[in-house]
C-alpha cells in the first residue's frame, strides 16, 4: 500500500470523503492542485507532514464513495444532481444572510462588508460557471460517450481548459473568503444569524471544494479519455 504521503491529494480525497474536511482544515489545496502528492503539498505549506499523516490515519471511511465508479456521463449527472442543485439553492440565500448580518453587525465588524462582497463575487463566478457546464461541457461529454467526434467548439479539451481557469478563480475567493473571516472565528457578541452565516460559507466551502475535486481530477480526465478512445 501507498504510503500516505506519498499519495496525492486528489487521490487521498477519492479513497475517503472524509479527508476533504481535514484537508481543509490544514489548508492544503485538494480541489485545484490535488495533483500534489502530501508530502509535498505540506513541504510547501511549511507543514509537518507526521502531523497531517497522523491525523489523517485517525479516519473512519465517511461520505458517499460512488461516484468513484461512475463513468464520465453519470459523474456529470451526479455532479448536477448534487453539487449544483446545492449551489442554485444556497447561494442566493447565502447572500440575502450576509447582507442582514452585515447591516445588524457590520458597525462592530467592519470585516463583515468584505465577507458580504466575497459572498457575492462567489454567486457572480459560479452561476455562470455552471451554466456553461450545464449548457455546454455537460451535454457534449453524454454526446462523446453516445459516439459524437466533432462539436462547436472544436475539442472538449477546449471547455475543460476554461472550466479549469474558472475553477482555479473560484478557488481563490474560497481562500479570501476564509481569511477574511479568520477561518470562520465566530465572534462572541454574534447572534444566531451570524453564527448561520459562517457554518453555511464553511458547508459551501467544504462542498465547492469536493465538486471541484470531482470535476478536475475524476470528469475532467475521463473525458478526455472518452476523445482518445
Not at 463513468?71 to 442543485?85: K, M, N, S, V
Not at 461529454?141 to 467548439?153: S, V
Request: glycine share 6%; aromatic share 4%; with cysteine.
Amino acid at each position: 500500500m501507498t504510503d500516505l504521503q506519498q499519495q496525492t491529494l486528489a487521490d487521498l480525497v477519492a479513497a475517503n470523503p472524509a479527508a476533504a474536511r481535514i484537508l481543509d482544515a490544514f489548508g492544503l489545496d485538494y480541489c485545484c492542485h490535488g495533483d500534489r502528492t502530501m508530502e509535498g503539498a505540506c513541504a510547501a505549506a511549511g507543514l509537518d507532514v507526521e502531523d497531517v499523516k497522523a491525523t489523517l490515519a485517525e479516519l473512519e471511511i465517511e461520505g458517499d464513495t460512488s461516484w468513484t465508479g461512475l463513468d464520465g456521463p453519470a459523474l456529470a449527472d451526479h455532479i448536477l444532481g448534487t453539487h449544483h442543485a446545492y449551489l442554485h439553492a444556497e447561494l442566493p440565500l447565502l447572500e440575502s444572510l450576509a447582507a442582514k448580518v452585515l447591516g445588524v453587525h457590520g458597525e462592530r465588524h467592519p470585516e463583515l462588508a468584505e465577507v458580504a462582497r466575497l459572498v457575492v463575487c462567489v454567486r457572480a463566478d459560479l452561476e455562470p460557471h455552471m451554466m456553461k457546464e450545464e449548457r455546454i461541457l455537460f451535454p457534449a461529454i453524454h454526446a462523446l460517450a453516445a459516439g459524437t467526434t466533432e462539436f462547436p467548439f472544436g475539442s472538449v479539451a477546449n471547455p475543460i481548459r476554461m472550466m479549469r481557469l474558472e475553477h482555479d478563480r473560484c478557488g481563490d475567493l474560497l481562500a479570501a473568503l476564509r481569511a477574511a473571516t479568520v477561518s470562520y472565528t465566530v465572534p462572541a457578541d454574534a447572534c444566531a444569524s451570524y453564527r448561520s452565516l459562517y457554518e453555511r460559507l464553511v458547508a459551501l466551502e467544504l462542498d465547492t471544494h469536493l465538486h471541484i475535486h470531482k470535476e478536475n481530477h475524476v470528469l475532467f480526465p475521463a473525458a478526455i479519455a472518452l476523445t482518445e478512445r
